[in-house]
């Protein structure tokens, strides 16, 4: 600015602007100390992503998901940032059904944690569009439920499920809960009850993939 007059602020720097406005709006209301310590999850959800697509479940509920990308995504997102978008995913899907008055989320998986995820810097966010866009979902989704996150992570001999929701897209429900209970995996819920995805989910995974920059 001040060799030119003026600066130009990216709309990446904008959107980032506009949560850290919600960020002090919130800290201005008072923020529950239950949000800030160290305390038990209330809600545990397990995910994982393929090439393929992405799945979870909620360990506790047996409340479960699946997600087959469609062919411009499957380019589109990196095996990484699949993985991410999949534990996004878990919390909009679980998070609203909490009844804790200060939800405590732990949405884990075998390669990060969302709270990994979050704290993730080894990239240009003008080159990764995408991931600057999911990161800022997931704090979105932690301001609206006024709940916190927990930091864990599993072994990826242990994340069956979630790696069979992922990818096992030619069985249906019924044959894929059928042959997860004949093998008891580790990190069996008592049921498996699967849903859809809501149609805002599906259409905010689809915007993720018109982010991707074009090629210089």
């Not at 393929?50 to 095996?79: A, D, H, M, P």
């Not at 989320?105 to 990060?112: C, I």
Request: overall charge positive.
């Amino acid at each position: 600015a001040d060799k030119h007059g003026r600066a130009m602020i990216p709309p990446e720097t904008r959107d980032d602007l506009q949560l850290w406005k919600r960020f002090l709006e919130r800290a201005r209301r008072g923020i529950s100390i239950n949000s800030v310590i160290f305390r038990l999850p209330t809600t545990v959800v397990v995910s994982d992503a393929s090439e393929r697509g992405i799945g979870g479940y909620n360990l506790s509920t047996g409340l479960c998901w699946r997600y087959e990308f469609t062919k411009e995504e499957q380019t589109v997102f990196t095996l990484n940032l699949k993985e991410f978008i999949a534990k996004v995913v878990n919390g909009k899907v679980n998070l609203p059904l909490d009844p804790s008055p200060h939800p405590c989320l732990l949405s884990v998986g075998d390669s990060n944690c969302t709270v990994g995820w979050q704290h993730l810097s080894n990239f240009d966010p003008r080159l990764a569009p995408i991931h600057s866009e999911v990161a800022r979902e997931q704090a979105t989704l932690i301001l609206e439920n006024d709940a916190s996150e927990y930091s864990q992570h599993i072994p990826g001999l242990a994340n069956v499920i979630a790696d069979s929701l992922s990818r096992d897209f030619h069985l249906s429900n019924t044959k894929l809960t059928s042959m997860l209970y004949h093998a008891k995996p580790p990190l069996l819920p008592p049921q498996l009850n699967f849903i859809q995805l809501p149609p805002t989910i599906i259409s905010w995974i689809g915007s993720l993939a018109h982010k991707k920059p074009k090629r210089k």
